[in-house]
């Protein structure tokens, strides 16, 4: 009868080496993705950012965030770390009076805009295509024609039903929609 003898092999020492350093790459990776934190959306606009910076007398771009403690107190973090304590009810007024004296950056006019476009649109049952923000001009869509053209420009709100054509002025985006002859949804 034969016998067989079992010896353990000795694993080159440049392998177990390669081996360490793998797995402690991969604990390391493990470890960052068990911090990391889904990305959240930031409560705060650029114009929040740019009345809160008026009223503390700080660049807009240091303040990270902002939040009323016990429904008396308004706080202010920095992005250096700092915090700083307002009356709410003094904050209050304050942001009142700044958001009245602060001209609207051309970002926000279009953010305003896009936004205004998207209600009317929903109240005719249109949809639009992607907005090329530098004209501000889209395509307006209904069950899957075209119905026109819609934009805004720095004098007003214009609709044209060709994309060569006159174009049709008004005060609003619902306005304008109307001057293509598109009428109101109305719930089924």
Not at 1 to 16: F, V
Not at 51 to 59: H, P
Not at 72 to 91: A, C, E, M, S, Y
Not at 97 to 111: D, F, H, I, M, Y
Request: proline share 4%; glycine share 6%; aromatic share 8%.
């Amino acid at each position: 009868m034969t016998y067989e003898t079992l010896t353990q092999q000795a694993i080159p020492s440049s392998s177990r080496d390669e081996q360490a350093t793998a797995q402690a790459e991969l604990n390391n990776y493990i470890e960052t993705q068990a911090q990391a934190i889904a990305p959240t959306q930031d409560p705060l606009t650029a114009r929040d950012r740019r009345i809160i910076g008026e009223i503390i007398e700080v660049q807009p771009e240091t303040i990270r965030t902002i939040w009323i403690e016990g429904g008396i107190t308004v706080w202010v973090q920095l992005v250096g770390g700092g915090r700083l304590p307002f009356d709410r009810n003094w904050f209050a007024t304050r942001v009142a009076e700044v958001k009245v004296t602060l001209s609207e950056t051309p970002l926000e006019r279009n953010e305003r805009l896009s936004d205004e476009l998207e209600t009317a649109c929903t109240a005719f049952g249109v949809y639009h295509g992607q907005i090329d923000w530098l004209s501000f001009s889209t395509k307006l869509y209904r069950d899957g024609h075209l119905v026109g053209f819609v934009g805004c420009n720095h004098q007003s709100w214009y609709a044209r039903p060709r994309q060569y054509g006159v174009n049709r002025v008004a005060a609003s985006a619902k306005d304008v929609i109307a001057l293509l002859g598109v009428r109101t949804a109305v719930a089924a």
